[in-house]
């Protein structure tokens, strides 16, 4: 049960609801560290389980099958006993799975643990954005969900930073390290301690008002409302929700196809942004930077360092999505970031173009062109964190009716982790098989249907309540 205080001055309580929100990102913090914290530990799994370029692809992109599993249940669980209960045993599948990645000794138990740990993930990465925009007013809505993706960076970010330390205070992430593990091991165990604060957070943030409006309990929804809001302004948030629900039934999956049984255009949409924001290859950075920077030529101590940078980018480019999303919208935020990745994804294209091969089979680049895949990389890390990062995540949260917002985020999150699965298993055999400079060909074409696609297919939401949200 929530411990919020009432509202006092019976006005907006920003400050609770900045918190309140705050709590509710620590789910996307743990979103990114999960999925960032791989990064340093490809070569702890290849030596570990002895595996293949296959078996590390899978090892890494495991996590991503329980990410589908995760966003598709979470949103109909989350419609049938509320955003805060799913959120709650997601971050205790969190702790479970950061403590056994860590011990584990096999191929197989390390993914069962990985998937437990993608369950997580997934649930996060749709219950968090939906909670958000459902305690939010459409003024703000935008920076508040934003936070969302700023978390989930950080937690990218301090993942490196972590993987980074741990592995240059070991000697190498497969030295071994406190009380005789290896560092790639210490990798995973250092999420325990924010899984746990998530956990113990939210005992002491409400329920979703409108999750609780829609179960029948108005009364709860109201005091939350008033608490965050003010008695007035709660007063006229109850009726348009109960008006926007009044004619509909208990959610479930078919409301997402229409009268004559064909799936409805705004699930589509869904669709297209989620699978579109992984065809770009973003993920290919964020699991395999350590081993791609080493494959142009970079050691390890220097490609976990270009890691990091890419994460300090990565927050300065989310701090600049939040300022304007509010103001200037998400459909351009969405097209000025598919141009930008575009063009930056052809250039470290071209870059990988003029590299030869060494006697080991690793890519060797000259200087300049050393250097312009390097920047180029960041600067595209940059232009996604500015727009497909945040605004995806944002849109999805906030598209869909009030009917169907648990539905289709659990249809568009699993089409997100399936997409993003297929990249990331991918990716190792691609680079053996057709080399980088087709690889990212492949990611640039992607990047250059999605400036296609937001002009036609996707509409601005920025100023819309909730409840104008139209299937």
């Known amino acids: 049960m929530s411990t919020l205080s009432p509202n006092a001055t019976g006005g907006e309580n920003s400050f609770l609801i900045i918190m309140v929100s705050l709590v509710a990102t620590i789910g996307g913090f743990l979103f990114g560290f999960d999925s960032g914290v791989i990064n340093g530990t490809v070569d702890g799994l290849k030596l570990a389980f002895n595996s293949d370029s296959v078996g590390t692809g899978f090892n890494v992109a495991s996590m991503l099958l329980g990410c589908a599993v995760g966003a598709f249940f979470a949103g109909r669980l989350s419609d049938v006993y509320g955003r805060r209960w799913v959120l709650l045993i997601a971050a205790l599948l969190f702790v479970v799975s950061a403590w056994g990645a860590g011990i584990s000794s096999a191929s197989m138990q390390f993914v069962l643990y990985r998937i437990l740990g993608g369950i997580a993930v997934g649930a996060a990465s749709v219950i968090c954005p939906a909670y958000i925009s459902e305690i939010s007013l459409a003024r703000y809505r935008g920076k508040l969900s934003t936070m969302q993706q700023i978390a989930i960076i950080a937690g990218l ?93 208990p959610p479930r999956l078919s409301d997402l196809l229409t009268s004559a049984g064909k799936i409805r255009p705004i699930v589509w949409v869904g669709i297209g942004l989620a699978t579109l924001q992984q065809l770009v290859g973003i993920n290919v950075v964020f699991y395999y930077g350590a081993v791609l920077w080493q494959a142009v030529g970079f050691s390890e101590n220097d490609a976990l360092k270009i890691n990091v940078l890419s994460g300090g980018l990565s927050v300065a480019a989310c701090l600049a999505a939040m300022a304007l999303i509010d103001r200037v919208g998400r459909r351009p935020l969405l097209w000025i970031g598919s141009v930008g990745m575009a063009v930056t994804l052809g250039l470290v294209t071209i870059a990988f173009s003029t590299g030869t091969l060494d006697a080991g089979g690793k890519l060797q680049l000259s200087d300049s062109m050393g250097t312009m895949a390097l920047i180029a990389a960041n600067v595209y890390v940059m232009f996604f964190n500015f727009s497909w990062g945040p605004v995806m995540w944002v849109m999805l949260g906030e598209m869909f009716p009030n009917q169907i917002r648990g539905s289709g985020l659990a249809i568009a999150g699993l089409f997100q982790w399936l997409a993003n699965f297929a990249v990331t298993m991918s990716f190792p055999i691609m680079r053996t098989g057709i080399g980088l400079t087709a690889t990212y060909a492949l990611y640039s074409f992607a990047a250059l249907v999605s400036v296609f696609f937001v002009l036609k297919f996707v509409h601005e939401t920025k100023g819309k309540e909730l409840e104008q949200m139209q299937g």
């Open 157 to 249: 970010f301090l993942a490196f930073v972590s993987n980074y330390l741990l592995a240059k205070w070991a000697g190498s992430s497969t030295n071994k390290f406190w009380l005789g593990y290896e560092a790639w091991r210490w990798m995973f165990w250092i999420q325990i301690a924010p899984a746990s604060l998530f956990f113990f957070a939210l005992l002491f943030i409400p329920e979703s008002p409108r999750f609780l409006v829609a179960k029948g309990k108005t009364e709860r929804g109201l005091a939350v409302l008033t608490k965050l809001y003010g008695a007035r302004e709660a007063a006229l948030k109850i009726k348009e929700i109960e008006a926007s629900i009044s004619q509909d039934h």
